[in-house]
């Protein structure tokens, strides 16, 4: 994930209308059905045009908060000027050009984004009043010297944190001037936007295989500071991540590392960039998994109870080419960031293929919402299983071509119909994307409903016409969600259907 347009080297060449609360309407709205496709979708080179950079004040310190969940100063972005400021649903890029791996840091009322190493700059910083922006890349370079144990032009993955004592801390990945791998080192600042001061003249994680990568900061809520990163490891699952104690002033380790995840046959190619957060009484471990030049590149979760695991991942990807229906590319890199209007995610998407290992990728923003410890995010589709929800109307039937083999038969005039509960991460229009067919080729009507059960009064009905066929099909409908959690009750008349799944965006 943390990469500049470089090669790939080591392990990885082995291996988401304002409308909270809807008047009671019935509301007819244009639907498209469409065949069920299946399948990958296509290298993504000459998916996207050439998207042109854009062009380039701290505001005082405030004290850190203890740890909660998510952390209040995580991760941001790195950056060249910028472009419009947009509403977080990652409709856009936040920052245009190149800015991969963005970490953002929330100081007083400023926004600070820093990135990978662009334009002659080893640590690009962007500012924004808020997470929306408007962005503006900083013409100052945050990290002008490196370590002197570190080459200078690979420069990646920067993580900035504020400690106790209003110190800046800044790890960052560089290329060791002895072993021509990628390490992890540490500076200090008194201010966000630097510079920052290398401390020490030894890198601060390197790895006897290969590259350690993508520093991540995360502190408990006993107040333990911990650093994840990726390493390269020997045999046969070449890349893990791991996660280490730090000293009281965060710059040195008191434990040694434990892994926590290693790469598997579920991610493509290798796993990398994490981000670790709490959530109630789990832990959710958020990584990039494949190549960052690659269409395929993704970002996955996995949920633990214990910080040092063992973690569970999510069957599904938390975001993917195909979950943004190709609009963002390949989104990795992402960091969490917590303020008074909620939770958000930044991450980078591909907007230009410049040949080979060689990408543009910019900064997008999107609002994050939580089923219990799973992430959602806002424009990135989240699947939900018909035989996971509630039945009155209908039973669950074995369907042929079915995600899972199952479905839920939906019988006509049938009271309560089929009950899914999905969380909006905002109050506002999501597109519902919903796979079926009729039983013997007959035609029916479906109703489907949303209601929201954060006491908010009035609900969206949507009349879906279900055309003659026997086939899995997919139609696609606009409802308005309130913020939290809303039921989407689906209802049959005219003939029983089969509900395969639903997927919301």
Not at 32 to 42: E, F, I, S, V
Not at 81 to 95: C, Y
Not at 369 to 395: K, L, M, Q
Not at 401 to 423: D, F, M, Q
Request: hydrophobic fraction near 35%; glycine fraction near 12%.
């Amino acid at each position: 994930m943390r990469r500049g347009q470089l090669s790939v080297r080591g392990a990885e060449l082995r291996a988401l209308a304002g409308a909270a609360a809807v008047s009671a309407a019935v509301v007819a709205v244009a639907m498209a059905t469409t065949d069920r496709a299946d399948g990958q979708a296509r290298h993504a080179q000459a998916v996207r045009p050439a998207v042109t950079a854009p062009p380039a004040t701290a505001s005082p310190p405030e004290p850190v908060e203890p740890t909660g969940s998510p952390e209040p100063s995580a991760s941001p972005g790195l950056g060249e000027p910028v472009a419009e400021s947009r509403k977080p649903q990652a409709t856009g890029p936040a920052i245009e050009g190149n800015f991969p791996d963005p970490d953002v840091l929330r100081v007083g009322e400023t926004y600070y984004a820093y990135a990978t190493n662009a334009r002659g700059r080893n640590v690009p910083v962007a500012t924004a009043p808020s997470i929306d922006g408007p962005w503006r890349v900083q013409p100052g370079d945050a990290l002008p010297e490196l370590g002197r144990w570190a080459r200078s032009g690979n420069t990646w993955a920067p993580e900035v944190v504020r400690r106790p004592d209003g110190v800046f801390v800044l790890y960052y990945t560089a290329e060791s001037r002895t072993s021509g791998d990628q390490c992890i080192g540490v500076a200090t600042s008194q201010s966000p936007t630097g510079p920052f001061q290398p401390v020490g003249d030894r890198p601060l994680v390197c790895s006897e295989e290969g590259d350690a990568i993508d520093a991540a900061f995360f502190r408990d809520r006993d107040g333990s500071a911990h650093l994840l990163y990726r390493k390269d490891i020997a045999g046969p699952r070449p890349t893990a991540i791991f996660i280490r104690p730090l000293g009281p002033r965060w710059l040195s380790f008191t434990g040694p590392a434990t892994r926590i995840l290693t790469w598997d046959d579920s991610d493509p190619v290798l796993v990398e960039a994490p981000a670790l957060v709490r959530r109630g009484d789990k832990y959710v471990l958020l990584y990039s998994a494949g190549v960052f030049y690659s269409d395929r590149y993704r970002t996955r979760y996995a949920i633990a109870a214990e910080r040092t695991g063992p973690y569970r991942r999510a069957p599904e990807p938390l975001m993917s080419s195909t979950s943004f229906g190709r609009k963002i590319v390949g989104p990795g890199g992402a960091d969490i960031v917590a303020d008074p209007a909620g939770d958000h995610i930044v991450f980078h998407g591909i907007t230009d293929f410049l040949g080979g290992e060689r990408v543009r990728r910019a900064m997008y923003v999107a609002d994050l919402g939580w089923d219990g410890a799973h992430p959602v995010v806002r424009g990135s589709r989240r699947r939900y299983e018909a035989e996971a929800g509630t039945a009155a109307g209908g039973r669950v039937v074995s369907g042929k071509g079915a995600s899972g083999g199952r479905a839920v038969r939906i019988r006509p005039g049938a009271p309560g119909g089929l009950e899914i509960r999905v969380p909006a991460p905002e109050a506002g229009v999501y597109t519902v994307r919903l796979t079926y067919r009729t039983v013997r080729g007959k035609t029916g009507e479906g109703r489907l409903v949303a209601r929201p059960e954060s006491g908010a009064a009035g609900m969206l009905g949507l009349r879906l016409d279900y055309r003659k066929s026997s086939r899995w099909r997919t139609v696609t409908v606009e409802v308005a969600l309130a913020r939290g959690w809303n039921t989407l009750t689906l209802t049959q008349q005219g003939a029983p259907i089969d509900i395969d799944h639903l997927e919301v965006s």
